[in-house]
C-alpha cells in the first residue's frame, strides 16, 4: 500500500489549496481515508476523514465550513480541499488509509500513511 499526498505549498491568509492524496495497492471505496497535520512543536492532529462504511465525512472543529474531502474512487484518490487558509493552518499535512472513519468519529491511528506534504500561509 502506497499513500502519495502533494499539492502544498506557500499561499496567503485566506487562499486556498487543494490536496490530493494518491493511493495504490488498495481498493478505495472499500476504505476510509483520513488526513491529519502536523505543526512544529506539536503533536499530530486529526483534519478530516472520509467514510466508505457510512460516506460520512468528519471535520476537526478548526477547519469545519472551510476545508472539504471528497474522493474519486475510480482514480484512487482522495482530495482535501482548503479554503480561507488561517495562519494556524501551516503544518505538514498527511493521508493515511484504512482508518476508522464511521458516524461523525475518526481514528488517531492508521497502518498506512504518506510521506506529507508542507503547507505554509504567510502574507
Known amino acids: 500500500v502506497q499513500l502519495q499526498a502533494f499539492g502544498g505549498g506557500l499561499v496567503h491568509p485566506g487562499g486556498f489549496l487543494s490536496l490530493p492524496c494518491a493511493i495504490s495497492?488498495?481498493?478505495?471505496?472499500?476504505?476510509?481515508i483520513g488526513w491529519f497535520r502536523q505543526a512544529p512543536g506539536k503533536q499530530r492532529e486529526r483534519v478530516s476523514c472520509?467514510?466508505?462504511?457510512?460516506?460520512?465525512?468528519y471535520y476537526a472543529d478548526s477547519v469545519k465550513g472551510r476545508f472539504a474531502i471528497s474522493r474519486d474512487n475510480a482514480k484512487n484518490t482522495v482530495y482535501l480541499q482548503m479554503s480561507s487558509l488561517k495562519p494556524e493552518d501551516p503544518a505538514v499535512y498527511y493521508c493515511?488509509?484504512?482508518?476508522?472513519?464511521?458516524?461523525?468519529?475518526?481514528?488517531?491511528?492508521?497502518?498506512?500513511w504518506g510521506q506529507g506534504t508542507q503547507v505554509t500561509v504567510s502574507s
Open positions: 493515511a488509509a484504512d482508518l476508522v472513519c464511521v458516524l461523525g468519529v475518526m481514528g488517531q491511528g492508521s497502518d498506512y
Open positions: 495497492g488498495l481498493a478505495l471505496e472499500k476504505n476510509s
Open positions: 472520509t467514510s466508505s462504511d457510512d460516506g460520512s465525512a
